[in-house]
């Protein structure tokens, strides 16, 4: 198969099975993992070389698109307002779900230790090419936005990975008989998201700069093709030296929001109209890298382990938002927020067996399994739940004028 052909099936396959599962009322962006399954089994063996040099980088732009929107839409405020609830989500769910399946592996598997920890951190990590997506959705709704519960959620989801893949890089380390240094390794987490972070502002100054400079004289297509070419440089800046720089492309979007608003807005209108094409793109794509025959590898057991293992992700988000001001029903759609697995699972799946690791192909199943079960789990939950579990704003509007005529 060509890759033009590829493309064409992707963009257009992905289109119409995104239509047509909004059509029956399941997410749209289902179908299109549905549909990358589904070409996925037709083109594997037979698929060109060139998409697979070519995928990480469109899965890095569709997250570029979807996080710039994210922090085009945080303003200081909001961000203060959730900070500390935010925080708390970014790492509390990640350790109790990567801890529980630690003990479940080693107990049903028989991982060694380092194996079981290995495996916990790549299926640890929530999907932000999955719930970021979601919750600008609800945003635009207006779900939720009283208490800004999309923007934790968004926030949290963010910073999530950047756990997840330290500790498993620690594991992995250990695993191949490097000598890690465990207290070096954890201390580059808050140092990866401050290398993330800072660029992202500086670059958001310089950007707010100029566009409030030359805001007149250059056209809203140029604003967003410079926009997007810093981030994507960025983002190959922070891979090379390991820091989380997909956070650092939404701090961008969350200073142009605070020094340029007009502009800010401007730009965000343009990224939703790109976002269509690299969401059918990213999706797709994750789809592709699903292989239900590697996934079968993993049977009943890995199903059972992996539920197990959210049922400890859940608790840790319970804990997270104890004393956030949240009520049950939307504590409980956090919960359902931080189920989707997909992007690190995908990326990082094979990198086990890759490395030698005598499990790395039931790991890799495992992997592959966690996107088939947690994916759809996650995005129809949110779509169906999320409605009936967050409060629209105009309730609000009307609770606040009830006790406002009750004070009189």
């Known amino acids: 198969m060509s890759l033009n052909l590829l493309i064409v099936l992707t963009l257009m396959g992905g289109w119409t099975f995104s239509r047509f599962f909004k059509k029956v009322g399941l997410p749209n962006v289902l179908g299109m993992i549905v549909w990358g399954i589904i070409l996925g089994i037709f083109s594997r063996g037979n698929t ?20 710039l929107r994210a922090g085009l839409g945080i303003s200081t405020r909001t961000l203060a307002r959730v900070g500390k609830t935010a925080l708390l989500m970014s790492f509390l769910p990640c350790l109790f779900e990567g801890a529980a399946l630690m003990v479940l592996l080693h107990l049903f598997m028989d991982f060694s230790w380092i194996t079981a920890g290995v495996c916990s951190f790549i299926l640890a990590a929530v999907s932000p090419a999955v719930v970021v997506p979601s919750m600008l959705n609800l945003q635009e709704s207006g779900l939720g936005q009283d208490k800004e519960i999309p923007t934790i959620v968004l926030a949290g989801a963010s910073l999530d990975d950047v756990f997840a893949i330290t500790l498993f890089s620690i594991f992995l380390g250990l695993s191949t008989g490097q000598d890690v240094n465990i207290s070096k390794a954890l201390l580059n987490i808050p140092l990866s998201i401050l290398g993330g972070v800072l660029p992202g502002i500086f670059v958001g100054f310089l950007l707010a700069r100029y566009f409030r400079k030359y ?23 922070g891979e090379q030296i390991h820091t989380a720089a997909l956070l650092g492309v939404m701090t961008c979007g969350f200073i142009l929001l605070e020094r340029v608003e007009h502009v800010a807005h401007e730009l965000a209108e343009k990224l939703k109209k790109i976002w269509i094409f690299a969401e059918i793109i990213l999706f797709v794509l994750i789809g592709l890298s699903v292989d239900l025959k590697v996934a079968w590898g993993a049977g009943l057991i890995g199903l059972l382990i992996i539920s197990g293992g959210l049922v400890f992700r859940s608790l840790g988000v319970w804990l997270a938002t104890t004393g956030s001001g949240l009520n049950r029903k939307e504590r409980l759609f956090c919960v359902i927020a931080y189920l989707p697995k997909a992007t690190v699972q995908a990326a990082m799946g094979s990198v086990p067996l890759a490395a030698g690791l005598a499990e790395g192909e039931l790991i890799l199943a495992l992997a592959v399994l966690a996107i088939l079960f947690t994916a759809p789990l996650g995005l129809i939950g949110i779509r169906t739940l999320g409605p009936v579990l967050l409060s629209p704003p105009k309730l609000a509007a009307v609770v606040s004028e009830d006790l406002l005529g009750e004070d009189d």
Request: charged share 20%; proline share 5%.
């Open 215 to 237: 805001h007149k004289r250059v056209r809203a297509t140029e604003k967003i093709l410079l926009l997007l070419g810093v981030a994507i440089l960025l983002v190959d800046i």
């Open 48 to 67: 060109p070389g060139s998409l697979e040099e070519l995928s990480p980088f469109l899965k890095s732009f569709a997250l570029i698109v979807i996080l």
